[in-house]
């Protein structure tokens, strides 16, 4: 089984709705509850901020900190990581502005990028905003993805932050008419090498994701079937070098097509994910509501399994509202595969009833007002 990751302290300066605030962790499932609006969602995206990226409400730093507040919040956390016990801090200083990107201390010294983070553990997220995933725009389920291959391969967000600003160069350098061939040879030649790498990177996950589902036992979450559409379809097992040939050369031939497009109509950015419901035989899209909150449980499950399986250590799990969708018997067996993934989850709900069959494996939190509140376990 996985060895365990997970935070034995949290406290948050100026967060969102919480001036103060502290949690001391003992390792056990962390249950929060509290009325609408309390900042149970707020405490999640906390946690989120020990990943890197924008937290799991993708937010610009203006927003996070406490309205009100002089500037600047803080997060810290005790945890017991890959490399065993760290302290961690993240936010931003009063004075700087709030246009910069979020800072990280590692035991005191601080981190070259918020990615440094990625080696004493791996958070991964399931929130009421991803439930539309299946019906909205490709972009969404595009960085869900992306998400999915970061945990695994922490170059990828790098490449694809360097794809986005060489294609936007390109882009420029199409609608302004200047059609300089050394340049845009050489704009060309880093998107192909990125481009390639990106789709490569996400071919990869889904295959891993696909034996993973293949050799799952019995579970009430149905199994997604996923497969990548929009960008060199189905000529993802040739050889990297040829992929980027191709690629270039897509790239040259189509420059005056893309000129008056206005942007680039090839690439990793055109691919999307289609999911589909394996014992339905059918598009999650065209699925019932229902159906689709399972299939992103079960698909989230599957990916922190193989988080789990891939490095050896169980990922963090943040579950915002993920009990009121389940009936009875559901919510019982999603406990019981939460708890044997071998991490630490965090859970939310208004009603601390729906987490009873967790009973000793999970500490109980009262949130209200922007305060805190440890209640004896079920
Ligand atoms: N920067 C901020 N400063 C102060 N308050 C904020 C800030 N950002 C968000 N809030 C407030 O935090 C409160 C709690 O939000 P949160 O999403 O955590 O609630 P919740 O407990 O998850 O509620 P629900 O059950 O409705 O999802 C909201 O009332 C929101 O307006």
Redesign the pocket.
Known sequence: MAQKTSLSRLKLT?????AHAALALDGRHVV?T????????????AVSFLSPGRGLRRAVLA???????PGG?TIFADLDGMEGEVAVGTGIEPNESETVSRKLRINGTPAKSTEEISDHLSVLWLT?AMDGLFTGPSADRRRFLDRLVLSLDHGHGRRAGDFERAMRSRNRLLSEGRFDPAWLSAIEAQMAGLGIAMAAARHEMLGLLRRLSAGSGDTPFPTPVLALEGFLDGAMDRPAADLEEEYLEMLRTSRGRDASAGRTLDGPHRSDLLVRHREKDMDAARCSTGEQKALLIGLVLAHARLTADMTGYAPILLL??IAAHLDEGRRAALFDLVHGLGGQAFM???DRHMFSALADRAQFFT?AH?GITAEPSA
């Not at 100026?14 to 919480?18: I, L, P, Q, T, V």
């Not at 927003?63 to 507040?69: L, S």
């Open positions: 100026d967060f969102r709705n919480y929060l509290g009325e609408n609006g309390a900042g149970k969602t707020n405490l999640l995206e927003d996070v900190t406490r309205v009100g507040a919040f009421p915002d509202e939310t709900g208004t949130v922007g």
